[in-house]
């Protein structure tokens, strides 16, 4: 969508998959869906080097409304959890230089059964406007899916008209596959990202059913992806229960491949060092940011290894071997094998960056170079050409 925001992958924090819809905050205060909750986040994002690294939006789901719209049908807080409104919410996270996102849904209702938008787009968009909003989560739940189309352009424009830049993130090819292929032109000229797939959730199974539904799907979904408008695999998922950490670091090193929005779902308050270290690694955020900002893809599969790799600006490349044997120990993979190898000629620099950093120097096209990748994880590395005509001026 062409509104001058998400030129790069979104990064941020969404309260959904570790916070879902805790609304219980008499037995537990710290964890249920109010403004308390998010205030909190941001104090953490400024305080702990999250937002120095990039991670901007502080993003409310579902299952913040009032069931009730009020006296002139505009949708409203839940009073008793978010006592000093949207408004007042926005305000605080402005003061702390991050962004505030919401959550609404295109149809009758929300997913969780709160007040959907459909018949309201124009006043919601301008409700949220009013607030301050930065970015509006769509979701798609009870919709004819006949209308989603319909239903996903007129928010788009809804939030056009309000004059105030909002970060548009729509589910619209997630509730229409069941119904025909989604047209990505249309859906780019609508979106700043959108959801393909089903929801995260925290397990290794999770993460490989949408890796698998990305490459099985990737001569379709691809193209659409650039500057303004990006393929969105759903949230980050590092940091809770669920994923061993290698495969954190698998979901990190794809989701950047895949330059997808970085949107963690975690709890920041809390939160292992390896995994703070992991989602702040500088050299896979640049990865993810990388301005020329093609989305990368799977180029091999065998031997229970998959390649992905993501041609970065000036011209190097970001490669990624997932080791998808579930059994036995770390194992062997010679990078030159990878088929965007082609790129180092006559030389290059390599650099790996998981499991560990570590300068690998100057390598030919004939270089052979075996990495080590354990069993669910991922090693990613960076390849920069040096050409002849640098070498012979820098001799
Ligand atoms: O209610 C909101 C929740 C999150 O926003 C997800 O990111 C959205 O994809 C939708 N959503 C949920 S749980 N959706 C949903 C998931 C499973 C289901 F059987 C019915 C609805």
Redesign the pocket.
């Known amino acids: 969508l062409d509104n001058g925001l998400a030129l790069k992958p979104t990064m941020g924090w969404l309260h959904?998959e570790r916070f879902m819809?805790n609304i219980d905050c008499d037995t537990d205060p710290n964890n249920c869906i109010s403004e308390r909750l998010y205030m909190q986040m941001a104090d953490v994002m400024v305080k702990e080097g999250w937002k120095e690294a990039g991670y901007e939006y502080v993003c409310i789901?579902?299952?913040w409304p009032s069931h009730q719209r009020d006296a002139q049908g505009r949708l409203q807080a839940d009073p008793k959890r978010f006592p000093g409104g949207i408004k007042k919410l926005a305000d605080y996270i402005h003061s702390k230089g991050l962004k505030l996102g919401i959550?609404a849904d295109v149809g009758d209702k929300?997913?969780?059964g709160y007040p959907g938008s459909l018949g309201y787009y124009e006043k919601d968009a301008q409700t949220f406007a009013d607030w301050d909003v930065d970015l509006l989560?769509f979701?798609g739940?009870f919709m004819n899916r006949a209308l989603l189309g319909e239903g996903y352009t007129n928010m788009s424009k809804a939030l056009n008209n309000t004059g105030r830049p909002i970060l548009y993130s729509c589910?619209w090819p997630?509730y229409e596959w069941p119904l025909k292929q989604p047209n990505y032109t249309a859906i780019r000229d609508t979106c700043n990202h959108w959801?393909n797939f089903d929801?995260v959730f925290d397990s290794w199974s999770s993460v490989k059913s949408i890796l698998d539904w990305t490459a099985a799907h990737q001569d379709i979904i691809v193209p659409a992806a650039g500057p303004g408008g990006w393929n969105d695999p759903?949230m980050l998922v590092i940091g809770n229960f669920g994923l061993s950490h290698d495969q954190q670091e698998s979901q990190m090193a794809l989701w950047a491949i895949m330059a997808s929005p970085l949107l963690m779902s975690n709890d920041l308050r809390d939160i292992c060092p390896r995994s703070k270290e992991l989602l702040q690694n500088k050299r896979i955020i640049d990865i993810s940011q990388d301005s020329m900002g093609k989305q990368g893809y799977r180029t091999a599969k065998g031997n229970d290894f998959e390649v992905w790799e993501r041609p970065l600006s000036k011209k190097r490349l970001a490669v990624a071997v997932l080791n998808k044997l579930e059994i036995g120990g770390p194992r062997g993979f010679d990078i030159g094998a990878a088929p965007g190898w082609k790129i180092c000629g006559p030389q290059c620099n390599v650099t790996q960056i998981l499991p560990q950093y570590k300068e690998m120097g100057v390598q030919t096209q004939q270089s052979k170079i075996i990495v080590s990748v354990n069993p669910s994880g991922t090693a990613l590395l960076t390849v920069t050409p040096i050409s002849s005509d640098f070498t012979r001026l820098h001799k």
Request: glycine share 0%; proline share 0%.
């Open positions: 959904w819809c789901d579902d299952c959550y929300t997913c969780a989560k979701d739940c589910e997630l959801r929801d759903d």
